[in-house]
């Protein structure tokens, strides 16, 4: 049922919604309260804090995709060199050839997932490990009013994450039940006759093959009629 589910795709969309659900509801109703409980000079020290996350996150993005992409060339330079690849086009639909490789039913978006979710993973290890040297807790915070409101920030953005990530992988979770459903029977695509006629037209299946095909299918399905009316 799920033979088309793959760890790496389900990471990355709870990942990439974790995001997503931080930039939609991004706790303003909080953040207000903890702004109303500042002075301008912490409003400041704050804002501070934000302008140097603000660039650590840019940074280790930037940096995680550099590496990654630098890992995926020299991947992909070895590969190319012990051993020769061969590509089959196919017209059936770009939605058909985005969930299915050329050469097998294992669908190609999964090599795309693992090096998304090395580049999103990277992403955040690298924003966690680089030091962060003003934090707001111990440079802006001076009561427990100030406290208490700091703590209810952080609560609603892990919320507001663990939710999003939940939610990225349900998405991706029923979204392969519903591709795995739409393609169910993949007898119906070119691609799967042509693998079927391994042999004829170079390993691929022609027009005239197609053809030969289908009118072998009607002629066997008049015979059947025909037996069934004597």
Known sequence: MFSNWSLSCALLFGIVGSHLFLLMWNCNTVLTSLKNTLT????????????????????????????????????????QSSSTTTTTSSSYSTLFSLIHSPESSVPCWKSECKW????????????????????????GVTTIEQAQAWFKVYQCMQSRFLW????GMVFYTLLVLWIQNRFKSTNDSPKTIGHSMKGHSGGGISWNDLDHIIVQSDKGKQRDEDRKKK
Do not use: D, N
Not at 57 to 62: A, E, V
């Open 40 to 79: 301008e000079t912490q409003k400041k020290s704050f804002q501070t804090v934000y302008k140097i996350r603000l660039g650590i996150s840019i940074t280790s993005f930037l940096v995680a995709g550099i590496l990654t992409a630098y890992i995926y060339y020299k991947t992909s330079s070895h590969s």
């Open 164 to 167: 999003g990530f939940l939610l």
């Open 116 to 139: 998304l979710f090395m580049w999103f993973g990277l992403y955040v290890v690298f924003y966690m490990i680089c030091p962060k040297f003003k934090y707001m807790m111990k440079t």
